[in-house]
């Protein structure tokens, strides 16, 4: 089934690392978080990739277009006719990777429809290019099967930020620190669509798919949650970009299922 990622944004409140290169490119020990996420859906079996860019998209180019050379040991031969053998293989050779611009200031919704030509199948996969889950992909593609509407969507808790406080007038009668989790449910990004979403997309850029299209979808009933209680975690800033670096170099990173 294929996936598409999006990878176009500015990444603003990651500044520190977005200053030099797009926000998918942020590295997780060593690899970047896009890497991370697109081996979470091949382990799942999915691997047919689409990746919407935008913002340094030049980077993520380079980076696919070098992969084998930059993850092999290799012997290359100099002169006029040069030649490069490859001793080593990796686990992504069977990997495709569709990279299509869809420009600078596009909006999610019209990032979604400039790649709609490049989705042949009734049923496709779509996540950001910024947050990590140990959720069952193939799972939540059976409960999108299973109630018929346009599009699903994976619910999660997010961590707790903040300590809270319990009080009676202004007496604190109980205080919790950090809690491990919150107890809304958010949307955690992931998704599985039907090929109906396109009509849903608007004419233009400008459409951000949060807003308009999912509001419809919800309206119509269209729009499903698929329940995750376990890990996830978005990389929104630095502090955040620190944990999950953190949680990969004491191997304790829930999202490597690989």
């Given at each position: 089934m294929k996936v598409v990622i999006l990878c176009g944004g500015l990444g603003t409140r990651l500044r520190e690392e977005t200053e030099f290169r797009p926000k998918p490119m942020v590295p997780i020990g060593g690899r970047p978080i896009l890497w991370h996420i697109m081996k979470i859906y091949a382990q799942h079996g999915h691997k047919e990739f689409i990746l919407c860019l935008g913002y340094k998209g030049e980077i993520i180019k380079d980076y696919f277009r070098n992969y084998q050379w930059n993850t092999s040991d290799v012997t290359l031969r100099l002169g006029r006719v040069p030649e490069i053998r490859y001793h080593t293989q990796h686990d992504e050779?069977?990997?495709?990777?569709?990279?299509?611009?869809?420009?600078?200031?596009?909006?999610?919704?019209?990032?979604?429809?400039?790649?709609?030509?490049?989705?042949?199948?009734?049923?496709?996969?779509?996540?950001?290019?910024?947050?990590?889950?140990?959720?069952?992909?193939?799972?939540?593609?059976?409960?999108?099967?299973?109630?018929?509407a346009i599009a699903t969507l994976t619910a999660v808790q997010p961590s707790g930020r903040f300590g809270r406080l319990a009080l009676e007038g202004d007496k604190i009668v109980l205080f919790h620190e950090k809690p491990e989790k919150e107890s809304g449910f958010i949307s955690g990004g992931f998704f599985v669509f039907?090929?109906?979403?396109?009509?849903?997309?608007?004419?233009?850029?400008?459409?951000?798919?949060?807003?308009?299209?999912?509001?419809?979808?919800?309206?119509?009933?269209q729009l499903r949650a698929y329940l995750h209680t376990g890990f996830w975690q978005c990389m929104d800033t630095f502090r955040e970009a620190e944990l999950l670096n953190k949680m990969w170099k004491t191997g304790q990173a829930p999202w490597k299922i690989w």
């Amino acid at each position: 089934m294929k996936v598409v990622i999006l990878c176009g944004g500015l990444g603003t409140r990651l500044r520190e690392e977005t200053e030099f290169r797009p926000k998918p490119m942020v590295p997780i020990g060593g690899r970047p978080i896009l890497w991370h996420i697109m081996k979470i859906y091949a382990q799942h079996g999915h691997k047919e990739f689409i990746l919407c860019l935008g913002y340094k998209g030049e980077i993520i180019k380079d980076y696919f277009r070098n992969y084998q050379w930059n993850t092999s040991d290799v012997t290359l031969r100099l002169g006029r006719v040069p030649e490069i053998r490859y001793h080593t293989q990796h686990d992504e050779e069977d990997w495709t990777v569709t990279l299509v611009d869809t420009g600078l200031e596009t909006q999610t919704g019209g990032r979604l429809r400039r790649v709609m030509p490049y989705i042949d199948s009734d049923t496709f996969l779509m996540t950001y290019g910024d947050g990590l889950t140990n959720s069952n992909i193939n799972e939540t593609i059976r409960f999108h099967e299973q109630h018929g509407a346009i599009a699903t969507l994976t619910a999660v808790q997010p961590s707790g930020r903040f300590g809270r406080l319990a009080l009676e007038g202004d007496k604190i009668v109980l205080f919790h620190e950090k809690p491990e989790k919150e107890s809304g449910f958010i949307s955690g990004g992931f998704f599985v669509f039907n090929r109906a979403i396109e009509k849903y997309l608007g004419e233009d850029d400008s459409c951000i798919l949060e807003h308009e299209p999912f509001q419809r979808l919800a309206a119509e009933g269209q729009l499903r949650a698929y329940l995750h209680t376990g890990f996830w975690q978005c990389m929104d800033t630095f502090r955040e970009a620190e944990l999950l670096n953190k949680m990969w170099k004491t191997g304790q990173a829930p999202w490597k299922i690989w």
